[in-house]
């Protein structure tokens, strides 16, 4: 994602990049690349993203079904909330759907 928005940003002349992503693994993934980055989003719209990574497990995830998720360490090091406030002073918004 980071790479693609480095691009359009440079060989299309857009400048500042914004992300949307819709369903819980897209954010996920998009949080993830704001937050590794700060200079390839801007700023981040979420729909549907998961509050916290805990209540995957508490409503039965499984690492098969969501892998995303259970990325070795990832919990243990950041969860949605710590991931946004990486991609600070950047706006993510979270919508529901």
Known sequence: INAVAH?????????EIRAEAVGPRSSLIALAAAASDEQAIAELT?????????????QGGQVNTTPEVFCFGLLAAADIQDLAALAAPRKVEFLDK
């Open 46 to 58: 979420l729909h549907g993203s998961y509050q916290s990574l805990k209540d995957v497990i508490a």
């Open 7 to 15: 691009w359009f940003s440079k060989n299309w002349g857009l400048g």
